[in-house]
């Protein structure tokens, strides 16, 4: 087989990986060490050391419900919501902002595998919480194991099913695919967690007089935007040969203020047949 001349340099050349976000050689790994084991190492094969430093990882989550690293009055007044509690890997701020920025709106694909790594700490977080809600936190902190890896062995305990916030056609047609799903089959990969792609966003767009609308009005015409097919819960429920309570990780890019996943969560809860608890992922909150 007959090598052509480009296939010849890159094979003689030294292979140096550059850093995906600033094109610098990728020197020695500056991860630290808390945000591991959670898949995060392989973000040093990608991102030079600067980078790396610049990730706003959410490390103290000061609101329970939506995982945000400040008390906030927006989780204070919701009430009846179908999701259980969000968390988020990085704060919002403006490194982080551009980074999306590249990936969503440029279509920066390079940054996928890097983002979708990034969840994983977020994914732990709400592990560790369903294992506190089911009351098996004796046992799991007997085993020494991160939180994910022990529910995996557990099998029963574990998440039935990772999913995303879907986006609008026009969207779609636009960027060409959809961000959370991207995001989710890379932590359904990772965790061992089957992808169901439950939510569809309906077509209809939303009535410009929503904005003069009270806040309760708002969120009735942001949850009729979600829709679940009865048919893609079937599918799922008869894959999980399940017919109890069931674990759902709902994944998207930014947690702002929130109304769209609670919506998505809303739509779920509504026509599933079982008691699911819904957790969401998010790369980000603002
Ligand atoms: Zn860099
Ligand atoms: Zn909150």
């Not at 701020?93 to 920025?101: F, N």
């Not at 099913?161 to 609008?168: E, I, K, L, Q, R």
């Amino acid at each position: 087989m007959k090598l052509k001349a480009f296939d010849m340099m890159q094979w003689l050349q030294p292979k140096r990986d550059v850093c995906v976000v600033c094109s610098k050689m990728i020197g020695r790994a500056r991860i630290q060490e808390d945000v591991d084991p959670f898949h995060v190492k392989e973000l040093n094969k990608r991102l030079c050391a600067d980078c790396v430093d610049q990730i706003a990882w959410i490390r103290n989550v000061q609101c329970m419900h939506c995982g945000r690293a400040q008390r906030c009055p927006d989780c204070l007044i919701r009430s009846d919501s179908a999701l259980w509690m969000n968390r988020s890997a990085v704060v919002y701020q403006s490194a982080m902002k551009e980074w999306l920025h590249r990936y969503k709106f440029q279509g920066d694909e390079r940054l996928t595998p890097i983002l979708g790594a990034m969840l994983m700490p977020a994914v732990e977080r709400l592990s560790a919480q369903l294992i506190r809600k089911e009351n098996l936190e004796d046992q799991w902190r007997r085993s020494k194991l991160p939180a994910l890896k022990w529910l995996q062995k557990t099998g029963s305990a574990c998440w039935d099913g990772v999913t995303s916030v879907p986006v609008s056609e026009t969207r779609y047609r636009e960027r060409g695919f959809n961000q959370a799903e991207q995001l989710a089959r890379i932590v359904s990969e990772k965790a061992q967690i089957p992808y169901v792609e439950l939510l569809v966003r309906s077509t209809h767009h939303v009535d410009a007089r929503q904005s003069h609308q009270g806040r309760g009005a708002r969120f009735q015409g942001l949850s009729s935007r979600y829709h679940v097919s009865v048919s893609a819960i079937n599918t799922w429920l008869r894959l999980k040969h399940r017919n109890a309570s069931l674990k759902l990780l709902l994944i998207d890019d930014v947690y702002t203020t929130g109304n769209t996943i609670h919506a998505c969560a809303d739509a779920i809860a509504e026509v599933c047949p079982f008691p699911v608890t819904i957790a969401s992922a998010t790369w980000a909150r603002s």
